[in-house]
T-cell receptor, first 116, second 114 residues
């Protein structure tokens, strides 16, 4: 069974600085998707960034980028120029490619605080 | 375009009762998944529906059930409620299942069992 591990329950960053959230996963599949979701106090999960395992290039979305290391099964999220609105729970998630196992498998989350 | 709508937002039930939660996906989305979120267990997958058929089910007891209607709206039901069923229940919709298309989440239903 696939698992996702986020080893940092809480992180803190100063406004305008950079922070990296860690995520490791375990799978025997070669094709899959990885995601980072943000959950602010409003509780709604918002997709931050996604990565297809077959793509070697790291995904980037504005201030958010990932470091995808397939061999190491590592998928970290870097937030540059942190803003107060980035404060939230961040969840790393895994999804198999195709088949019947299409559900998302989430890590336990990292609570990010942004200090002004 | 309206987002994923979950009703009700908050619910308080007594042990032993049953509850039904509703999820209306984004227009045009045919896949709906349900997740349970608790502080201890985190986010756990409950089930996934596509075209009125359950495609996948998580490791939950039979007290948890769901269905999907022809308009893609979905309901989940929990019978004989236990204190441990207190959680945030999140629904997500996507165009089709098991792809890299984004799953859009609703704001959830907060269920408290007393």
């Amino acid at each position: 069974a696939q698992t996702v591990t986020q080893s940092q329950p809480e992180m803190s960053v100063q406004e305008a600085e950079t922070v990296t959230l860690s995520c490791t996963y375990d799978t025997s599949e070669s094709d899959y998707y990885l995601f980072w979701y943000k959950q602010p106090p409003s509780r709604q999960m918002i997709l931050v960034i996604r990565q297809e395992a077959y793509k070697q290039q790291n995904a980037t979305e504005n201030r958010f980028s990932v470091n995808f290391q397939k061999a190491a099964k590592s998928f970290s999220l870097k937030i540059s120029d942190s803003q107060l609105g980035d404060a939230a729970m961040y969840f790393c998630a895994y999804r198999n490619y195709g088949g019947s196992q299409g559900n998302l498998i989430f890590g336990k989350g990292t609570k990010l605080s942004v200090k002004p | 375009k309206a987002g994923v709508t979950q009703t009700p937002r908050y619910l308080i039930k007594t042990r032993g009762q049953q509850v039904t939660l509703s999820c209306s996906p984004i227009s045009g989305h045919r896949s709906v998944s349900w997740y349970q979120q608790t502080p201890g267990q985190g986010l756990q997958f409950l089930f996934e529906y596509f075209s009125e058929t359950q495609r996948n089910k998580g490791n939950f007891p039979g007290r948890f059930s769901g269905r999907q209607f022809s308009n893609s709206r979905s309901e989940m039901n929990v019978s004989t409620l236990e204190l441990g069923d207190s959680a945030l229940y999140l629904c997500a919709s996507s165009l089709v299942p098991a792809t890299n298309t984004e799953a859009f989440f609703g704001q959830g239903t907060r269920l408290t069992v007393v």
